[in-house]
T-cell receptor, first 116, second 111 residues
Framework: GAVVSQHPSWVICKSGTSVKIECRSLDFQATTMFWYRQFPKQSLMLMATSNEGSKATYEQGVEKDKFLINHASLTLSTLTVTSAHPEDSSFYIC????????????FGPGTRLTVL | RKEVEQDPGPFNVPEGATVAFNCTYSNSASQSFFWYRQDCRKEPKLLMSVYSSGNEDGRFTAQLNRASQYISLLIRDSKLSDSATYLCVVDSGGGADGLTFGKGTHLIIQP
């Protein structure tokens, strides 16, 4: 149990376009989902926390108008990278938590974004 | 700044040996602690949670020292398949969500 999927697994786009990444919890309802970003040889960095039905909470330094997060249901959160630039190229990983009292986060397989 | 510090390695260890990793964390409000394993270009996978009393799962033993804000992972009888990056992870503490990841320790088990 506790499977999280992401789509697409990789994407290449031109500078200035927008890219949407989906994160789904397949066999459980996720009250909270998280979006992380990982640059090569770096640690995962939390970008934002997404709660179903409410606005996402962004970490300091993450532009909320550039990284749009929508948590429309208990099994789906989306991250849209708007007007992507080459410096946005990274590995984006989502995770989901089953309940408010559960500490464990289950990670999706990640999406590798390359902006040309 | 909330940080988790780890020795990046790489640790080159012969198969069958015992290897230990440590990490320190700066946020004294953190309540939950984990070790994750990440294979190259893959997502992190939970290896084990870390409890104050120490816990063991097969060949893996984790220890937490809250006073020193120090976490350790011991791997006994290492296997080739243990080669990976091991991430020390703590929660953000203070009721906040999200996890803070260390940069990871790269382990290479050699035949």
């Amino acid at each position: 149990g506790a499977v999280v999927s992401q789509h697409p697994s990789w994407v290449i786009c031109k500078s200035g376009t927008s890219v949407k990444i989906e994160c789904r919890s397949l066999d459980f309802q996720a009250t909270t989902m998280f979006w992380y970003r990982q640059f090569p040889k770096q640690s995962l960095m939390l970008m934002a926390t997404s709660n179903e039905g409410s606005k996402a909470t962004y970490e300091q330094g993450v532009e909320k108008d550039k990284f749009l997060i929508n948590h429309a249901s208990l099994t789906l959160s989306t991250l849209t990278v708007t007007s992507a630039h080459p410096e946005d190229s990274s590995f984006y990983i989502c995770s989901a938590r089953r309940g408010a009292r559960e500490d464990t986060q289950y990670f999706g397989p990640g999406t590798r974004l390359t902006v040309l | 700044r909330k940080e988790v510090e780890q020795d990046p390695g790489p640790f080159n260890v012969p198969e069958g040996a015992t290897v230990a990793f440590n990490c320190t964390y700066s946020n004294s409000a953190s309540q939950s602690f984990f070790w994750y394993r990440q294979d190259c270009r893959k997502e992190p996978k939970l290896l084990m949670s870390v409890y104050s009393s120490g816990n063991e799962d097969g060949r893996f033993t984790a220890q937490l020292n809250r006073a020193s804000q120090y976490i350790s992972l011991l791997i006994r009888d290492s296997k080739l398949s243990d080669s990976a990056t091991y991430l020390c992870v703590v929660d953000s503490g203070g009721g906040a969500d999200g996890l803070t990841f260390g940069k990871g320790t790269h382990l290479i088990i050699q035949p």
